[in-house]
Every structure is written in structure tokens, then in C-alpha cells.
């Protein structure tokens, strides 16, 4: 009889916290913190038109303030309006521990990885990594996942657990410029420092070049349709991780061009 006193009283509890009232207030305070957030999303984009070169510390220190707003935002909406009594807290928490620890493991993982990730760092916003087989720019870093943008335009979406687990390189490491690395391929009995001159050429030419940072070249005999042929690996550094297909693009068309013009044949088919 007792027993079944305290579940009629646990239960008259939780109809009484979730009334409509409170519920009302839950749905209003839920939609002013997605606001909020959306505010400071429309408001980093606008700082970081006017201010590019500070595009990836805007990004990171917005990513960092949407998890506080919605992580403390969330506790303190539940306990302002429902202000449910400390015994039931206790006993809600505990209950819903283990029932999310079960349920939502994987969840729970997520979002334990993705504190790491804010605070380990081992990429940031804005970064171009490469992840298994995918490559791309790190749009987000939320609490339950990664979002990542292909150069081809898809948006991939990856649980947090899995970086902490699998291999991930980060192309910039969170600087604007990167290295870009293209190869050329010319026959054997070509001049080869005068291909690697007309690369550098180019290279340093381009309108998406980072002259700060050295040009080098890896050169080495490789096999091309089952022949013999000279490779030349150009490193270069393009300003912005943005402009990285356009500067590879820009290389590759003029390299070709002026090894037309100067008469380097490329390797026999």
C-alpha cells in the first residue's frame, strides 16, 4: 500500500511541474535560446566578412559560446520554470542516468568527445582535413557531431566519438594558408631543371600564391602507363584555404601551356 502511495505521489509530482503553464515557458525559452543562437551566427558571419583574415578565431570562439548558451541555457530553463523540489531531482537524475546510459551510450560518447575536441583541438573551425576517405572545410563543431563540407558542396555529418578514435589530418592546422601539393610528369630525356624552373614560374606568379612561405620540388622517377617517366612534385602554399582548387587549377593550365610553348614533352603513351 505504501509502495503504491509513493508512485500516486511521484506521479501527482510530475503532472504538477508539467503543467501547460509550465510547459508554455518551457517551448518560449527554447525558442529564445535557438534565437540567440541563431543571432550569434548571423552576427560572426558579419564580423568575419569585415574581418577574413580573423575568419577562423571568430569561428572557434562562436563555436565555443553556442555550446555554453545552450548547455547552461538548457539546465537553467529546466530549474527556473519547473523548480522541482532537491528529492526529486535526485531521484530523476539518477533514474535518467541510467536509462540514458543504456540508451544513448553512443550519445553520451559524442558528446564527451566533442568537449574534447573544443579544448584538445586537434582541429579547428575552418580547418580542411581529411577524415577516412573524406576531404573537406570543418563548418561546425557541435555537442553530438562534426559538420564538414566536401569541395564538391555535400555536407558530411560525423559523430564526435569517431575522431577520438580514428586518424584525422588537419591541412592548416588553423592558419589561412596551406600547402597545396601538384604533380607533373615529363618524359625522361627532358631538361629537367628547366621543367622545374617553368613550374616555380608559374607558381610564384599566381594571384593565389603565398610568397611568404618557399616553393619546393620532390623529383623523382615514377611509373606512367608502365613506362618510366620524371615526376616533379611542386609544394607551394596558396594565401587562403578557400582559394586552394582555384590555385592547383591556376597552376595545372599555365604549367601545361608553357610546357607547349617550350617544347617539354609530357611522358609516351
Partial sequence: MNES????NDLAVVVE????YALL???IGGFMLWAMNWGLNRLSQKVTD???TRRFLILQVT???SFVLYTVGSIALIIGVLNPPKEFLLAAGGSIAVALGFALKDIAASLVAGLLLLFDRPFRVGDRVSFDDVYGEIVSIGLRTVRLQTLDDNLVTIPNSRFITDVVASGNAGELDMMVVT?????????IEKARALVEEVIVTSRFAFLKKPVSFA????IVGYKLAIRLRAKAYVLDVHYEKAFQSDIVVRVSQRFVEEGIARPPQ
Fill in 25 to 27: 515557458l518551457l517551448f
Fill in 63 to 65: 563555436t565555443l559560446i
Fill in 219 to 222: 623529383i623523382e622517377e615514377v
Fill in 183 to 191: 604533380d607533373f610528369h615529363i618524359a625522361l630525356d627532358e631538361d
Fill in 50 to 52: 569585415k574581418m577574413p
Fill in 17 to 20: 511541474l508539467f503543467n501547460v
Fill in 5 to 8: 502511495n509513493n508512485i500516486v
